[in-house]
């Protein structure tokens, strides 16, 4: 069965129109929220609140209780308040005995306290049945019907009976379930939707440090240096000429940084002849990052091309175009056309146009909505091979672009080569260390080790 049709089924609700009445305690925004989409999904629901009185703002179909009138009705009570209002439902004991209770809160800052919520809400009601689930998923989501960011909604307890009833409330609001285990992984849960982009504090860091680096290595070169030994002043290249050259740095960098931790696995496979261990931590993180440091590459990729498309209507290059036009008038004499300047300058312009359309490509398929609709198979060469000819590609576009002048003297100011160049000390390095491994002696000897062929058995973990 592919993956589409696994989707469908997650998505899906369930085939008897019967709907068991659900529970709320708390009608606050969650709640409010919670219990409308329930009801356009066919659940009866009743809320238990302090007040019994009617609100506009409660949803019209539903039934406002107290607590213990309003547990009595329902198996499953959805607890949609906060820890620290806990307390009362000591006294409501004897009623929840027995009862699935929903523990949906969250806290303000990672590991606020020392247990989860819903473990400590599985100590004060300790004869229901908790279940930890809907924290990932926003009241604003709810209401609006937008869950394409927030569809996935995770689920622990320990009854296995009581998730099934729960993960069957969360398909039928069109939602996907994901069995975390049992309720020691609440803490984890409840510690999601408060981490900050994650897998994007390396690549954002990284790039930040990167951009600031070459921001004062080209302000030293093209900026500074002109204006100590030749008296020019060149600080409006702040503007458009050292961003431009930032980018595609940084774009290039990224992007092979994207793979190297791929070629640094192989070679530790390759040298302990097995699998089945770990790689360093250090490691494990960069790989897990790869997909947002292609994105950012991608930014800075894209940055570079809308610099390059204006740069004819910069005044300074304007300014030397018509001073060149002036020069070859006054001298009457004109230059004529360099076949090899030609040919690179059309070579370097179309190596870039391939490469930057490769990389537009493969961050539309790391897409979740594009990844989900391809198989492992497409989606690897996608992002392995065309990544790798991405690699290739944009490196040849910086060779072509600046290596006639490696051995130029006047290319190293204060002995400082150009920036470009620093920037193809990573790709070559990736590049090359791929192409040794794809050497039969070393390709066979990987492709069997990843197949789970161990040179020494005794290490497998």
């Known amino acids: 069965m592919n993956k589409n049709s696994s989707n469908i089924m997650a998505l899906s609700p369930t085939a008897s129109n019967k709907r068991e009445t659900v529970c709320i305690f708390g009608t606050g925004d969650f709640g409010r929220a919670l219990g409308h989409k329930m009801i356009q999904s066919g659940y009866p629901v009743v809320y238990g609140s302090r007040s019994t009185q009617a609100s506009s703002l409660i949803p019209k179909d539903a039934e406002v209780l107290s607590h213990a009138e309003a547990a009595q009705k329902a198996t499953i009570i959805i607890i949609a308040i906060q820890r620290q209002h806990y307390n009362f439902l000591t006294s409501l004991a004897e009623i929840l005995h027995g009862k699935i209770l929903v523990d949906i809160s969250n806290n303000v800052k990672l590991n606020q306290y020392p247990e989860s919520n819903a473990e400590y809400l599985a100590q004060l009601v300790p004869g229901a049945k908790v279940v930890k689930a809907f924290n990932t998923v926003s009241a604003w989501a709810l209401q609006s019907g937008t869950l394409d960011a927030s569809r996935q909604v995770f689920v622990c307890g320990d009854d296995m009976e009581a998730k099934q009833m729960v993960m069957g409330i969360v398909r039928a609001l069109g939602l996907t379930p994901l069995d975390q285990g049992s309720l020691l992984a609440a803490q984890e849960i409840e510690n999601y939707p408060l981490q900050l982009f994650p897998m994007w504090k390396f690549p954002i860091l990284l790039s930040f440090g990167l951009v600031t680096f070459f921001f004062f290595y080209c302000l030293i070169r093209d900026i500074i240096y002109p204006y100590v030994y030749e008296n020019k002043d060149f600080s409006f290249f702040i503007a458009i000429s050292i961003p431009n050259r ?42 897990l990052c790869r ?8 930014a800075f990729a894209s940055l570079h091309v809308l610099y390059t498309l204006i740069i004819p209507i910069r005044s300074f290059v304007r300014w030397r175009i018509s001073s060149q036009i002036v020069s070859q008038a006054l001298s009457n004499k004109t230059e004529p056309l360099n076949n090899t300047n030609a040919w690179l300058s059309d070579s370097y312009l179309a190596l870039g146009i391939l490469g930057f359309f490769l990389f537009v490509l ?12 391809v198989n492992w198979r497409e989606f690897r060469f996608v992002q392995s091979k065309l990544g790798y000819l991405t690699l290739v590609l944009c490196t040849a576009h910086t060779l072509v672009y600046g290596g006639k002048w490696f051995l130029s003297p006047s290319s190293y100011r204060w002995y400082l080569p150009s920036a470009y160049m620093l920037s193809l000390i990573v790709p070559c390095t990736v590049l090359v260390v791929k192409f040794v491994l794809i050497f039969p002696c070393l390709d066979k000897p990987l492709t069997q080790i990843r197949q789970g062929w161990e040179r020494n058995p005794q290490y497998s973990e």
């Open 291 to 298: 997909k947002q440091l292609g994105l950012v590459a991608l």
């Open 362 to 373: 493969l961050g539309i398929t790391s897409l979740p909505s594009v990844s989900n609709n």
């Open 246 to 287: 930032i980018c595609p740095i940084l774009a290039l960098i990224l992007l092979s940084l994207v793979y190297l931790p791929g070629v640094l696995a192989a070679i530790i496979q390759l040298y302990r002849g097995t699998k089945y261990r770990r790689f360093p931590d250090w490691l494990d993180k960069w790989m």
